[in-house]
């Protein structure tokens, strides 16, 4: 759906809009302290609304820093005063308790905010400038596991709070045709293989990542008794030389290929494409912003793709599905099946290779 083709605000609006871009990171930095404060908090449990200084006492912070974030707090419409007194608004209910809204705080703090400084410069070189926040790296895969402990858990909680929404809608979807055998190319910490091996006995994976990430997943598989069913292959997917493993019923990539560029994703395509037989299929799950039911999704995948421009690698976005399946087709394949709006913001596709 498009929600991009009309002007709907008034010139008043308009100029109101602004202003909330104008003041954004001002606002986020105090949303988010009035929230891990326990300011929100100590208000939401006193449902008769609290005067600022029992406020103060409660959290015991400073008067006058209390004083400044309620005063934001109100014109974010985090929380209403009445009498004196404050209580929590809805919208300053939703910041303490909705996991997506949580999730995309954290993230936005932990992992993005000053690398975000150096945007404009990632625009103009094509790299990702702000990485240089976090190491020397060409992109953030290649340092995840070297990331500071609530980086690593910001980030981490961000990439699974999608994939876990959507794994148990797609996993019927995905061996219904009776494969066995999948190759699981950027498989992380290895969600989809356990999830995978927890639905059917008779599914064997083998998870091709970094190194770095492979370490965490085999702890885990390890951990879970699934060493038997699971195997690993460390492998610089960049590297073009590298050709992808044969004998697989069908490629699996779960919100991997946004992490590339257009000409970057056909060539892991490609050779997606000679690893197969005839009738392998490679299934891809990933949210494209053109395709979400409600505009807000939209949002949040087109704001999520900067990320990807100042920290990630500079060249990869959250795409749209035009873009994207034009790289499919590209490859040599197509879309067999497509289905939308699974959990949050996923479709999966089945691709097959092009006959004739």
């Avoid at 000053?114 to 340092?143: C, H, V």
């Avoid at 490859?331 to 097959?352: M, R, T, Y």
Wanted: hydrophobic content about 45%; overall charge negative; aromatic content about 12%.
């Amino acid at each position: 759906m498009n929600f991009f083709t009309k002007d709907t605000l008034s010139a008043f609006e308009a100029k109101e809009a602004a202003q909330w871009i104008a003041f954004g990171p001002v606002i986020f930095q105090a949303a988010r302290v009035l929230r891990n404060s326990g300011v929100l908090t100590v208000i939401e449990e006193n449902k008769n609304g609290l005067l600022l200084a029992e406020i103060v006492e409660k959290v015991k912070l400073p008067l006058y820093g209390v004083r400044v974030l309620l005063e934001s707090g109100l014109s974010m419409g985090l929380v209403l005063v009445n009498d004196h007194k404050y209580t929590l608004a809805k919208t300053g209910h939703f910041i303490l308790h909705d996991p997506l809204t949580k999730t995309n705080m954290d993230f936005v703090h932990d992992v993005c905010y000053k690398g975000l400084f150096a945007l404009d410069k990632s625009i103009e070189n094509g790299k990702a400038e702000g990485l240089k926040e976090f190491g020397e790296w060409q992109t953030i895969y290649e340092g995840l596991s070297q990331l500071p402990e609530q980086v690593q858990k910001s980030w981490f909680a961000f990439d699974h709070f999608f994939s876990d929404d959507a794994f148990p809608r797609v996993l019927s979807k995905v061996y219904k045709n009776g494969i066995k055998k999948i190759l699981d190319i950027g498989g992380n910490t290895g969600k989809w293989a356990i999830a995978s091996t927890k639905y059917s006995p008779d599914v064997s994976i083998t998870i091709m990542d970094l190194p770095g990430q492979l370490n965490v997943a085999k702890a885990k598989i390890e951990q879970l008794g699934l060493s038997e069913r699971v195997s690993f292959l460390p492998v610089n997917i960049l590297d073009e030389t590298i050709q992808f493993p044969k004998g697989f019923d069908a490629i699996w990539m779960s919100q991997f290929l946004d992490c590339f560029s257009e000409d970057e994703i056909v060539s892991i395509l490609r050779r997606c494409y000679e690893a197969l037989d005839d009738d392998g299929v490679v299934i891809i799950l990933e949210p494209f912003w053109d395709l979400q039911r409600f505009e807000i999704a939209a949002f949040c995948l087109q704001q999520t793709s900067l990320y990807f421009t100042a920290l990630a690698n500079g060249t990869s976005q959250m795409y749209s599905a035009e873009t994207f399946l034009s790289c499919i087709e590209r490859a040599g394949f197509d879309v067999v099946e497509q289905v939308d709006n699974i959990g949050l913001s996923q479709s999966l596709l089945n691709c097959k290779k092009k006959r004739g």
